[in-house]
């Protein structure tokens, strides 16, 4: 393998060896259960065959051998009684009802594929939707599995994307990458390469990363480089641990980032503090960036942004004068409805000051699979793909992102243009319970389509209450896979260690549908022959990576200065003019403001002053919890002890104005609608904002009254509008009430 490129780790031990009566599996971890990070894991099993336990692998450099208790759990999970080990099937005439029937494999995929080509038949296969969630690795295979089919809506029931897509996007329309925050990352002897300097500053924005990430980062490498003498800036409404540590906490109010960033760059620009020559070389659009951000001193927006003006300087001033600096950015960003914009402002905090492919900066990491991107486009015709929901009201959906809109794929199954949808393939997705804005709304534009099928690991209410039939998922443990994680670029082989009942991984049940539905696009006998073809251009196969695990491509920086970020091989970056384009090109095209701005949140007390009276809080979601990872981990005992109950966060000041204290069951109430919350009141939210965690719903509840999700769900609060772009839509900045609940109500 080293002869291929590929750097990889020289384990003491062979990837399987036996620890006294266990046998012990070195692997990766990946949801579900659990995340998308990938962590090393030893899987430990008995002759049986059981999952005894999960230790996290010292050898793995990205861990170290640290693991969060997700994955030291997973035995709970993969034994839970609640576990679904059978497809199960059950009458139209029955949806909604708890009134399953254990089928064989092959009657399940027998029933998906006829109902399936039926509607083809008689509506077209655009008419059936294939969406998905966040973490398992399937982006790849549902793609192929849908584009081969001849459905070009895949998609997932988020409204705007708003997770991730925004920044993916951002980052291409305006540098034709990805950035990320370089923690050493990419080198297998981390923090000791020679080539690595430790980030003066990192900006931690958006993001709690000691308990959630994305991009392969772990939160456990902030505390490494702080350790090492970088600083931090955290900009956060609340306070957590890592903001005590803080060299300065912006305690930003959700929804405003983007404000905040152009007062930054403004502060900058005006005093002169960015990066010339990086800028005159390598930057385009500078001086139409720099006359927006005047529109923005740190003067004009500190009341809007709830940071004061001094601290808005302050701030600017560390990250310009720092050696290196580099920005740990998370999904706040991009859930508020203009998350495009904002993240472009950020950014270009980081652009102007020539902290991008550097040292401690931002970087990108070379790409060794990039199939999340979808895979198998040419099953697909140019006649089909161009009917993909939502291309004529967002074109930027045009200039290479394979999915379909999601707010307005929901649209089309209540109005029926630009045409109606019969079908649903959801894998790997809970929407009724985590993505979906307005979950009752997405319940009613569903309930009455001509077929749905589910992949998932347990009963969840989105199946309760829709599927004609549930395939059961296998768990990380109980499957073999191939994960690159996004940002890291790291290949990591997950490798099967147990069998559970009848489950399957979603690469199977993908492989063995899709050769029902199109044989030409499946060839292979098993995922495992899938997966060498799969990795045929890195010169590696399935069984070398399984044994080698975790693979690294070399890395270097500096790549925009000899032609190694653009595929003509010329100097500069991947974009229509070469540089980083400050003022996008991409943008403008696509009939977007090419420069960042900021929107007030839609309802906001910047935009609705009238509702304030009655609604008078900023209501802001998504708290991430350590124990339960989006709608997951619900019914497990051990997780659920640690956050029995949904929680609202409320400072005492308002715990008193509203008459309420810890312990109390109260409703939070907006013009979208309601959710049960149970309140803990902490001084770590602003008094004048609460805090709720998402994905919430009652697995010890009635199924039929869909696990209580309509009760608890604080998407019921959310409007599903997403941006001028057709991505970002306001999660994380709403307006709201809190009303205490009374006895018997």
């Known amino acids: 393998m080293k002869d291929k490129g590929y750097q990889i780790v020289s384990h003491q031990k062979p990837y399987q060896y036996r620890e006294g009566d266990l046998t012990v599996t070195r692997g990766g971890a990946w949801s579900g259960p659990g995340c998308h990070l990938g962590c090393g894991v030893l899987l430990y099993t008995d002759d049986e065959g059981k999952l005894v336990k999960v230790e996290g692998d010292p050898e793995d450099p990205s861990t170290g051998g640290r693991l969060c208790m997700r994955c030291l759990d997973a035995p709970e999970v993969v034994y839970n009684k609640d576990r679904i080990l059978h497809p199960l099937v059950r009458d139209r005439a029955d949806r909604g009802k708890d ?21 083809k038949q008689e509506h077209g296969a655009e008419s059936v939707v294939f969406a998905q969630g966040t973490a398992r690795d399937i982006s790849a295979y549902i793609t192929r599995l849908a584009w081969s089919f001849g459905s070009p809506n895949y998609t997932g029931f988020l409204s705007g994307q708003a997770c991730y897509l925004p920044r993916v996007a951002g ?13 050493s990352q990419q080198f297998l002897d981390r923090y000791d390469n020679p080539d690595y300097h430790v980030p003066e500053i990192m900006f931690v924005w958006g993001n709690y990363p000691l308990k959630s990430n994305a991009d392969g980062f772990f939160g456990h490498w902030v505390i490494d480089l702080m350790k090492r003498g970088m600083k931090i800036v955290m900009i956060d409404p609340r306070v957590t641990w890592l903001s005590n540590k803080a060299e300065m906490h912006l305690r930003v109010r959700p929804g405003t980032d983007a404000a905040l960033a152009l007062a930054m760059i403004d502060v900058i620009i005006e005093e002169g503090l960015y990066d010339r020559e990086f800028v005159e070389s390598w930057c385009y659009g500078f001086e139409e960036l720099a006359e927006r951000a005047r529109q923005y001193p740190p003067e004009a927006v500190d009341e809007t942004t709830w940071v004061p003006a001094d601290q808005i300087r302050e701030a600017a001033r560390l990250l310009a004068g720092a050696e290196s600096a580099c920005l740990q950015w998370g999904v706040a ?65 045009n200039f290479g992102f394979p999915c379909s809109q999601p707010d307005m794929t929901i649209k089309a199954m209540k109005t029926g243009k630009p045409y109606a949808i019969h079908g649903l393939w959801l894998q790997t997705t809970n929407p009724m319970a985590c993505m979906a804005a ?95 073809d799969m990795l045929a251009d890195t010169g590696l196969t399935f069984d070398e990576l399984r044994t080698h695990s975790p693979a690294y491509q070399p890395f270097e920086y500096h790549r925009y200065r000899k032609g190694k970020l653009r595929a003509d091989g010329q100097p500069g ?75 609202v966060e409320v400072h005492p000041e308002t715990a008193a104005k509203f008459g309420v204290r810890d312990g109390d069951w109260v409703w939070i109430e907006n013009p979208t609608g309601h959710a049960k919350r149970k309140v803990q009141v902490t001084a770590t939210v602003d008094p004048r904002m609460v805090s709720c965690d998402h994905g919430w719903w009652l697995p010890e509840n009635d199924p039929e009254n869909f696990f209580d999700v309509f009760d608890v769900n604080i998407n019921n609060c959310i409007q599903g509008i997403p941006g001028k772009s057709g991505m970002g839509a306001n999660y994380k900045c709403s307006l709201c009430t809190l009303r205490k609940i009374k006895d018997g109500e």
């Open 438 to 532: 307005e979950p009752q709304e997405f319940y009613r534009m569903c309930k009455d389509l001509d077929f749905i099928a589910v992949v998932d690991m347990f009963m969840t209410p989105t199946a309760a209450a829709l599927a004609d039939v549930v395939l059961p998922a296998a768990a990380y443990p109980e499957r073999e896979g191939i994960s690159f994680i996004a940002g890291v670029q790291r290949g990591v082989a997950i490798n099967k260690v147990i069998q559970n009942g009848e489950t399957k991984s979603d690469m199977q049940i993908n492989l063995e549908l899709g050769r029902r539905l199109n044989p030409e696009a499946w060839p292979w006998d098993n995922v495992e022959d899938m997966f060498t």
């Open 333 to 397: 960003v991009d859930m508020t409805r203009e998350a495009v914009p904002a993240g472009q402002a950020m950014l270009a905090l980081f652009e102007i000051t020539g902290n991008i492919d550097n040292p401690g900066g931002m970087i990108a990491p070379p790409e060794i699979l990039a199939y999340s991107g979808g895979w198998g486009r040419e099953f697909i015709s140019d006649e089909q793909w161009a009917k993909r929901i939502g291309l004529a009201e967002y074109p930027l959906y």
């Open 573 to 647: 970056f991947n974009t229509m003019t070469g540089r980083i384009e400050l003022w996008s090109n991409f943008y403008n095209q696509a009939g977007l403001d090419p420069l960042p701005y900021f929107e007030e949140p839609e309802p906001g007390p910047g935009s609705t002053p009238e509702l304030l009276d009655r609604y008078p809080l900023i209501l802001t979601t998504g708290a991430r919890n350590w124990n339960s990872f989006h709608s997951e981990h619900r019914q497990i005992p051990r997780m659920r002890a640690m956050r029995p109950d949904p929680i």
């Open 99 to 119: 009134r399953w029937k254990q089928a064989s494999w092959d009657e399940a995929y027998d029933l998906v594929a006829e109902n399936f080509n039926k509607i």
């Open 171 to 183: 980052c291409a329309a305006t540098t034709g990458a990805m950035w990320v925050c370089d923690c």
